[in-house]
C-alpha cells in the first residue's frame, strides 16, 4: 500500500512495483491489503483535507499514528476487501463495455444518414 507525497499527496495506491521516490510512504498491512485499500480509499478526501502539509504537498509524518483506522477481525477484513475488490472488478468490465457500445454508437450515427 503506497500514499504518495507529491505532487498527488494523499494519493492511495497499491499493485505498484519498482517505485523509487522519497516522498512515498508504504504500508505492509498485517492483514488484509484489499481491506486497508479499499479503507484508505474511502478516506481519501480526509486524508486530502486533514493530513497534507500546508506548504509543500506531503502527508504528514505522522500519519500513520494520527490517522484511525478501524480494523475489524482477518476474517471480516478478507471478506469486505474481496468483495469490494470483485466490485471493482465488474465495474471496470462494464466501462470497457460501455465504451464499446459508445463507440458503436458513434459509428452507427456516422454511417447511418449518409
Do not use: C
Not at 491489503?33 to 479499499?38: E, F
Request: aromatic content about 14%.
Amino acid at each position: 500500500m503506497i500514499i504518495a507525497h507529491h505532487p498527488k499527496s494523499g494519493t492511495v495506491y497499491r499493485g505498484i512495483e519498482d517505485a523509487l521516490d522519497s516522498t512515498l510512504k508504504a504500508y505492509f498491512p498485517k492483514y488484509s491489503s484489499s481491506y486497508l485499500y479499499h479503507f484508505l480509499k474511502s478516506n481519501q478526501n480526509k486524508i486530502y483535507f486533514n493530513f497534507r502539509t500546508p506548504n509543500i504537498p506531503h502527508v504528514v509524518k505522522d500519519f500513520s499514528t494520527k490517522f484511525m483506522i478501524k480494523i475489524p477481525s482477518n476474517k471480516e477484513q478478507k471478506v469486505i476487501g474481496n468483495l469490494l475488490d470483485k466490485i471493482n472488478i465488474y465495474q471496470e468490465k462494464n466501462k470497457s463495455r460501455r465504451n464499446s457500445l459508445k463507440k458503436l454508437k458513434r459509428f452507427l450515427l456516422q454511417n447511418m444518414f449518409v
